[in-house]
């Protein structure tokens, strides 16, 4: 599974958009992009997920690149609750791979009022 | 629908002891996955089982086990305890081989 890079840390404000990036520059052609949160001492908790065409469900929004190489996840506004710390994830969704998620150290999102 | 439930949710052991804790996974789900969280390494790979078999183990000693009964149901062991395997073991399930994984709050363990 390709690397991801994300930055350590960021601020945003309450009701602002938190626009978070990670980069996954060797991402090879069946390899999909995860986005996953932690909340202080909880499990991680999964937020979407895309191949290469832009999602969006109830949580946030995914903007994939056309290269692929890069993808930021869109929370539209972001509330105290959205403090936590934000997992980008390249997988493969082969039948040998679905419980192995390799997570790096994420970007942890401070969201202040 | 219930959640992954893991089990004990804290607890403390010494040096050289063993362990063994307990995941349902959400009803429905076959694969059952474990993690080790540590402020050092972060979150860690262990092992996945399906349909009772183990399909994915990650890069750690073998001392850290696991096994899945016929209903699912998931449980890890790690024997003869170090002070390093002080974390917080986190169990995941998923319904089919591909999209999300759900994660349960974990099962904080203590090594003294």
């Known amino acids: 599974d390709a690397k991801t890079t994300q930055p350590p840390s960021m601020d945003c404000a309450e009701g602002r958009a938190a626009n978070l990036p990670c980069n996954h520059s060797?991402?090879?052609?069946?390899?999909?992009v995860y986005w996953y949160r932690q909340i202080h001492s909880q499990g991680p908790q999964y937020i979407i997920h895309g191949l290469k065409n832009n999602e969006t469900n109830e949580m946030a929004s995914l903007i994939i690149t056309e290269d692929r190489k890069s993808s930021t996840l869109i929370l539209p506004h972001a509330t105290l609750r959205d403090t936590a710390v934000y997992y980008c994830i390249v997988r493969s969704d082969g039948s040998s791979n679905t419980g192995k998620l390799i997570f790096g150290q994420g970007t942890t999102l401070q969201v202040k009022p | 629908k219930a959640g992954v439930t893991q089990t004990p949710r804290y607890l403390i052991k010494t040096r050289g002891q063993q362990v063994t804790l307990s995941c349902s996974p959400i009803?429905?789900?076959?694969?059952v996955s474990w993690y080790q969280q540590t402020p050092g390494q972060g979150l860690q790979f262990l092992f996945e089982?399906?349909?009772?078999?183990?399909?994915n183990k990650g890069n750690f000693p073998g001392r850290f086990s696991g096994r899945q009964f016929s209903n699912s149901r998931s449980e890890m062991n790690v024997s003869t305890l170090e002070l390093g395997d002080s974390a917080l073991y986190l169990c995941?399930?998923?319904?089919?081989?591909?999209?999300?994984?759900?994660f349960g709050e974990g099962s904080r363990l203590t090594v003294l």
């Open positions: 009803s429905g789900h076959r694969s």
């Open positions: 089982y399906f349909s009772e078999t183990q399909r």
């Open positions: 995941a399930s998923s319904f089919r081989e591909a999209g999300e994984l759900f």
């Open positions: 060797t991402i090879s052609g069946n390899e999909y």
